[in-house]
């Protein structure tokens, strides 16, 4: 960008860099979600790597090979009621050997991988992100897309408290910069965005306005089909969706697991095109599904959307948010019950089950 500042084209176009071809194949790999003990997390993290490594030899030896495979929100460890303690023990490092192997994977295949995982960061000490990682064709870790916020008021008594971009906004955007609060990454097979942010369209929105064409999505232990095809409908891109398939062989010891895929809590990973079209959809079981999408064409003619703010620009700047960002810069909660008493008494509005 020319300007530093300039984060949307006012030409209606966007940056891109040169693609590896003109069409790109997409997979998208379904699998179980099984979490390690956190206490002693490193013999279940290791026999879900060696799912994870086996399941992208099969997404790449069956069914059409895939320039970008896309994983659920957490592979290499699950989810469960974990305190702080707990989060940090499962949580991964970027130079770590779970990340290496992976990217060795991407690179026997000469494709990207998408994941989500929780992280360590050393300059973040006593925090656990929830992050997007895109794996690049050369092996490499190319980016992590921290989740922008979580949802808050959704269970009486406990609240999410892994660290968000929106829980330490102001220490972010001062390492680094506005621009990566919302990030695109230019590849040869499109510009992408990654977050698992459900039920927010303007996030997803600000992703189309920068140049995003690529959408990942992800969920764990359930997800809003619609939402995430409405991504796709109203912004003009392409979105992977992945959540976990049903585990036929384990049952989770924290949760039960819904068999019913109308319900939206297991399975139903999918690939949209623009106007929301459904380009491949999977059941509840383990699977991949692809799609081949002619990016060339695409960019022919497609452009960021065409939003008219001078309508809605005095609402939005007239609300205020449930809470003020920053809130974990200071202190992060160590459990759901102690982050919902943190909170108590700086949200500005309630939650209907809090009357």
Same mark, same amino acid.
Request: charged residues 25%; aromatic residues 10%; glycine residues 8%.
């Given at each position: ?16 860099? #040169? ?23 490193? #013999? +279940? ?100 897309? %921290? ?35 919302? #990030? ?80 939206? %809590? ?9 106007? +929301? ?5 999977? +059941? ?43 809130? %974990? ?27």
């Amino acid at each position: 960008m020319s300007d530093a500042t300039s984060f949307v084209r006012h030409d209606g176009g966007y940056e891109v860099v #040169p693609l590896r071809r003109d069409k790109v194949a997409i997979g998208v790999v379904q699998t179980p979600v099984r979490a390690v003990d956190a206490d002693n997390p490193e #013999p +279940g993290i290791k026999e879900n790597l060696a799912y994870l490594l086996n399941a992208i030899d099969k997404a790449q030896q069956t069914g059409g090979r895939c320039d970008l495979l896309c994983f659920h929100e957490f592979p290499l460890h699950g989810f469960a009621p974990w305190d702080l303690k707990q989060y940090l023990r499962v949580s991964r490092h970027p130079d770590g050997p779970e990340i290496a192997a992976i990217g060795a994977k991407a690179k026997q295949y000469g494709c990207y991988i998408a994941l989500g995982c929780q992280m360590l960061d050393d300059d973040w000490p006593g925090h656990t992100m929830n992050t997007q990682l895109l794996i690049g064709p050369d092996g490499n870790l190319i980016a992590r897309h %921290w989740k922008q916020r979580n949802m808050r008021g959704m269970a009486p008594g406990g609240e999410q408290f892994t660290t968000t971009i929106y829980d330490v906004y102001d220490r972010y955007v001062e390492m680094y910069g506005l621009d990566r609060v919302i #990030p695109v990454e230019r590849t040869d097979i499109g510009n992408i965005s990654m977050s698992s942010v459900q039920f927010e369209p303007e996030l997803f929105r600000c992703m189309a306005l920068k140049g995003a064409e690529l959408i990942l999505r992800t969920a764990t232990g359930g997800c809003e089909w619609d939402d995430m095809r409405l991504t796709a409908y109203h912004n003009g891109t392409f979105v992977t969706s992945v959540n976990n398939s049903i585990d036929v062989e384990r049952t989770n010891p924290y949760y039960f697991v819904e068999q019913a895929p109308k319900n939206n %809590w297991v399975g139903r990973s999918s690939i949209f095109g623009p106007r +929301g079209v459904v380009l491949a959809e999977a +059941g509840i079981f383990e699977t991949k599904r692809r799609a081949l999408i002619d990016m060339a064409e695409y960019r022919k003619a497609h452009r960021i959307p065409d939003v008219h703010f001078s309508l809605y620009r005095h609402v939005y700047e007239d609300y205020r948010e449930r809470h003020d960002p920053n809130l %974990w810069l200071d202190h992060v909660p160590n459990t759901k019950a102690e982050a919902a008493a943190y909170l108590k008494d700086k949200v500005r509005w309630t939650s209907y089950w809090q009357g």
